[in-house]
Antibody, heavy 113, light 110 residues
Framework: QVHLVESGGGLVKPGGSLRLSCAAS????????MSWIRQAPGKGLEWVSY????????NYADSVKGRFTISRDDAKNLLYLQMNSLRVEDTAVYYC??????WGQGTQVTVSS | QSVLTQPPSVSAAPGQKVTISCSGS????????VSWYQQLPGTAPKLLIY???KRPSGIPDRFSGSKSGTSATLGITGLQTGDEADYYC???????????FGGGTKVTVL
């Protein structure tokens, strides 16, 4: 059974950094492309980034391009999202997902002074 | 503004049926699988439908999905008060190489 667990969220000041992690189990992690998706308070779902299997390709939403970096460690079954230059509008629950189908429970990121 | 268009809200009486539409384009819905998610208040989105019309184990057959051209539809029959939630469609956009979601539809059981 697919199991995804996000961690690394927290409270950070504007301009700060955080690194989110997603631990995957129950499937062959290296075979799948993975995504990060977020949901700001009271808002809908927003796709943030994806990384292909073997890390060959990545892409980002315009709202985070140049500030966020997605990566993966297939040996450890871990997905990461390095978030730099954080803004108040990055406040959201961040979910990792296998493709767009299997999701974790999310980790809260709050950017506030 | 979402690239995938959903109605903001739909409503029906208990036991009735509702349908939620999700409209896109040839680069997303037209050429990729569609998923549907249910989000109860204060909880993470839950997968209801994947690959246009498949249900994960544990999802009752009251929930159904279909796709035609550049639009997809979620159907809920035998509406229950526990179905009150926000529902989102999602798919991949081949031109953008990006995931896309609809703006969400709030289902109200009258």
């Amino acid at each position: 059974q697919v199991h995804l667990v996000e961690s690394g969220g927290g409270l950070v000041k504007p301009g700060g950094s955080l690194r989110l992690s997603c631990a995957a189990s129950g499937f062959t992690f290296s075979d799948y492309y993975m995504s990060w998706i977020r949901q700001a308070p009271g808002k809908g779902l927003e796709w943030v980034s994806y990384i292909s299997s073997s890390s060959s390709f990545t892409n980002y939403a315009d709202s985070v391009k140049g500030r966020f970096t997605i990566s993966r460690d297939d040996a450890k079954n871990l997905l990461y999202l390095q978030m730099n230059s954080l803004r108040v509008e990055d406040t959201a629950v961040y979910y990792c997902a296998r493709v767009l189908v299997a999701w974790g429970q999310g980790t809260q990121v709050t950017v506030s002074s | 503004q979402s690239v995938l268009t959903q109605p903001p809200s739909v409503s029906a009486a208990p036991g009735q049926k509702v349908t939620i539409s999700c409209s896109g384009s040839s680069s997303n819905i037209g050429n990729n699988y569609v998923s549907w998610y249910q989000q109860l208040p204060g909880t993470a989105p839950k997968l209801l439908i994947y690959d246009n019309n498949k249900r994960p184990s544990g999802i009752p057959d009251r929930f159904s999905g279909s796709k035609s051209g550049t639009s997809a539809t979620l159907g809920i029959t035998g509406l229950q008060t526990g179905d009150e939630a926000d529902y989102y469609c999602g798919t991949w956009d081949s031109s953008l190489s990006a995931g896309l979601f609809g703006g969400g539809t709030k289902v109200t059981v009258l």
